[in-house]
T-cell receptor
Framework: QKEVEQDPGPLSVPEGAIVSLNCTYS??????FMWYRQYSRKGPELLMYTYSSGNKEDGRFTAQVDKSSKYISLFIRDSQPSDSATYLCAMSGATNKLIFGTGTLLAVQP | EPEVTQTPSHQVTQMGQEVILRCVPI?????FYWYRQILGQKVEFLVS????????KSEIFDDQFSVERPDGSNFTLKIRSTKLEDSAMYFCASSARGQATNEKLFFGSGTQLSVL
């Protein structure tokens, strides 16, 4: 079983739709959960950071962590064409090493 | 917003040659990282660096790889004898504190290394 699994997509939605992105993981030692956005030919940019289980909201973005199910989600409300990018989940335990998912390619159609 | 700068943006080299990838982390940051992304694959951790020494490294980071902070501003990744499978996008990142302390990592735009 892979340490972090993420559906690579691509996912295509109309502008204004609610987008749901998900990752599952196998390592119960993970405590820190992140979502990164990566535009083409650019480095990952941190969107959301969550420690342990729970929800976190920032503007149109909501991150959810369910440690009991080893499942994390990112919701994007009122999606915009500028949200079109690859979304990477990442997680870590008590070290400085981030483990990334493969990324989901999102296209928001105007 | 401050940013991590990487040079060059694209490096082409012959198999067996040495390459040095350069990074200028954000000026007040203390933790430095290298990650790489082979085309179509996930971003992979290579190494973290703090207080002038490696704090953690992955299995990928073998004896062919080394990192150095030669002065107060640059952070470099050296590959001594490149292999075809080293072809990848290499990302430098930095943070003010360690990742395990709820600290944001800032990534550079990457250096695309092509080994021929």
């Amino acid at each position: 079983q892979k340490e972090v699994e993420q559906d690579p997509g691509p996912l295509s939605v109309p502008e204004g739709a609610i987008v749901s992105l998900n990752c599952t993981y196998s390592n119960s030692a993970f405590q820190y959960f992140m979502w990164y956005r990566q535009y083409s030919r650019k480095g990952p940019e941190l969107l959301m950071y969550t420690y342990s289980s729970g929800n976190k909201e920032d503007g149109r973005f909501t991150a959810q962590v369910d440690k009991s199910s080893k499942y994390i989600s990112l919701f994007i409300r009122d999606s915009q064409p500028s949200d079109s990018a690859t979304y990477l989940c990442a997680m870590s335990g008590a070290t400085n090493k981030l483990i990334f998912g493969t990324g989901t390619l999102l296209a928001v159609q105007p | 917003e401050p940013e991590v700068t990487q040079t060059p943006s694209h490096q082409v080299t012959q198999m067996g040659q040495e390459v040095i990838l350069r990074c200028v982390p954000i000026s007040n940051h203390l933790y430095f990282y290298w990650y790489r992304q082979i085309l179509g694959q996930k971003v992979e951790f290579l190494v973290s660096f703090y207080n002038n020494e490696i704090s953690e490294k992955s299995e990928i980071f073998d004896d062919q790889f080394s990192v150095e902070r030669p002065d107060g501003s640059n952070f470099t990744l050296k590959i001594r004898s490149t292999k075809l499978e080293d072809s990848a996008m290499y990302f430098c990142a930095s943070s003010a504190r360690g990742q395990a302390t709820n600290e944001k990592l800032f990534f550079g735009s990457g250096t695309q290394l092509s080994v021929l």
